[in-house]
């Protein structure tokens, strides 16, 4: 059974930053490509930032310089660090695994909120 189980998500004030982390379980995870999406009340879910098997990096231009994804191949995990965070940030943020060959699951999401 494939598990990706996202944590970190919260509350934080305009500025600060905040960690989310997703551990997958049940899939070659070395395999697979690794992404976060959010989505925000009354919008589309929308990518974030994603991650390659061979660690390359793609971010959607409203987070670049801000955020960072990264993983950890031996812990199965794939991290988001958030940096200088915005109100228009707010959304629920999920885990995303693509395998090249078209499978592909998702987490059950994680809120992050930003506000004063």
């Known amino acids: 059974q494939v598990q990706l189980v996202e944590s970190g998500g919260g509350l934080v004030q305009p500025g600060g930053s905040l960690t989310l982390s997703c551990a997958a379980s049940?899939?070659?995870?070395?395999?697979?490509?690794m992404g976060w999406y959010r989505q925000a009340p009354g919008k589309q879910r929308e990518l974030v930032a994603s991650i390659t098997i061979g660690d390359s990096t793609n971010y959607a231009d409203f987070v670049k310089g801000r955020f960072t994804i990264s993983r950890d191949n031996a812990k199965n995990t794939v991290a988001l660090q958030m940096n200088s965070l915005k109100p228009e940030d707010t959304a629920v943020y999920y885990c995303?695994?693509?395998?090249?060959?078209?499978?592909?699951?998702w987490g059950q999401g994680t809120q992050v909120s930003v506000s004063s």
């Open positions: 049940g899939i070659i995870f070395r395999l697979y490509v």
């Open positions: 995303n695994a693509r395998h090249p060959h078209g499978m592909e699951y």
